[in-house]
């Protein structure tokens, strides 16, 4: 029967789910991301990579609405490119968080992203910023998405400050393998990307090459 309000499931709110991570090491930073993007019980992408570049050696994971943190992060990455022609050189860490944090703040009510910021730069090497409707704070790692209440016991147990930088991709690997497990918003691939002062890498993980916990 049609009537004046719609379907119901116009008017509901779709939860979405993912699971990202980043981490710093003495020298450059570690990103991690599943690749599944789900509306509500509905699995509607099952390998978009949600590690998006802002600049040449600072990247962002992008959690929330997709639509709404791919914008942020395309917009990000324009005035970064400015303002990188206008300073002459590669912009800082802080300066893309800033303006992640500056747009999230400005558009707080239309959009639902929350975009972790890492990379690095000349002056302060690797970085990790979490930042989240106004908020900035630099951290040695952050998580986010729906998958990262399943593992934040895990990586507060696991974490070690001085890990080199196969240990922090170990470390990223196997704290998405969990919540990927867990999860059921998250789960496809697992992306990774490690940046230091001489290169940026990618890496994609196929889900039969994660590694496996005693009760999987």
């Not at 978009?48 to 600049?55: A, D, I, Q, R, T």
């Not at 395309?74 to 990188?84: A, G, I």
Request: proline share 2%; aromatic share 8%; hydrophobic share 35%.
């Amino acid at each position: 029967m049609l009537d004046g309000t719609g379907p119901e499931w116009l008017s509901e709110e779709v939860k979405t789910g993912t699971t990202i991570i980043a981490i710093e090491y003495n020298g450059g930073v570690v990103l991690g991301s599943d690749s599944r993007v789900s509306a509500g019980a509905s699995v509607v992408n099952r390998v978009m990579n949600k590690l998006s570049p802002l600049h040449d050696k600072i990247y962002c994971a992008l959690s929330g609405s997709a639509a709404d943190a791919q914008t942020i992060a395309e917009m990000v990455n324009y005035q970064l490119d400015v303002h990188s022609m206008e300073i002459g050189e590669d912009p800082q860490v802080r300066s893309a968080a800033t303006l992640v944090k500056n747009i999230s703040y400005k558009y707080k009510e239309e959009l639902s992203a929350h975009l972790i910021v890492a990379g690095w730069d000349r002056r302060d090497g690797g970085q990790v910023f979490a930042t989240l409707k106004g908020l900035i704070t630099r951290q040695p790692f952050a998580v986010g998405g729906s998958g990262s209440s399943y593992v934040y016991g895990f990586v507060d147990a696991e974490y070690r400050r001085g890990m080199n930088k196969e240990d922090c991709q170990q470390f990223v690997v196997n704290t998405l393998s969990l919540a990927m497990s867990r999860d059921g918003s998250s789960g496809g691939v697992a992306y990774i990307v490690t940046i230091d002062e001489h290169s940026t890498e990618e890496k994609v993980i196929l889900g039969n090459d994660l590694p496996t916990f005693f009760d999987q």
